[in-house]
Nanobody, 127 residues
Framework: QVQLVESGGGLVQPGGSLRLSCAAS????????IGWFRQAPGKEREAVSC????????FYEDSVKGRFTMSVDNVNSTVYLQMSGLKPVDTGIYYC????????????????????WGQGTQVTVSS
């Protein structure tokens, strides 16, 4: 079954770190773009980051630059989002999603570019 499965969320104190995983079974990630989005309570879903399989270029939303890093284990078809320096505003449900296109800095944040989504994993940053 083709699916995306996120894991690694949890409760962390401000300034702490978490690593989210997105298992993309049956995908050869070289041919796709994989994005992370998040949705805070009462807010719209927003893009966080994206990695493009063609050249493994990455894009990040301004508020997470320097704190979040995406990486790929292409052998196991798993994408990671390493989050450090977490803040309460980072709280939300984090989703990974896959696009059949090689996205760029102007398109990675459009959720309509992605056709398959995971179920999400909750990240809560609180003291």
């Amino acid at each position: 079954q083709v699916q995306l499965v996120e894991s690694g969320g949890g409760l962390v104190q401000p300034g702490g770190s978490l690593r989210l995983s997105c298992a993309a079974s049956k995908f050869h990630l070289d041919y796709y773009s994989i994005g992370w989005f998040r949705q805070a309570p009462g807010k719209e879903r927003e893009a966080v980051s994206c990695i493009v399989g063609r050249d493994w270029d990455t894009f990040y939303e301004d508020s997470v630059k320097g704190r979040f890093t995406m990486s790929v284990d292409n052998v196991n078809s798993t994408v990671y989002l390493q989050m450090s320096g977490l803040k309460p505003v980072d709280t939300g449900i984090y989703y990974c999603a896959i696009s059949g296109a090689y996205l760029d800095k102007n398109s990675y944040d459009d959720p309509r570019k992605y056709y398959l989504w995971g179920q999400g994993t909750q990240v809560t940053v609180s003291s």
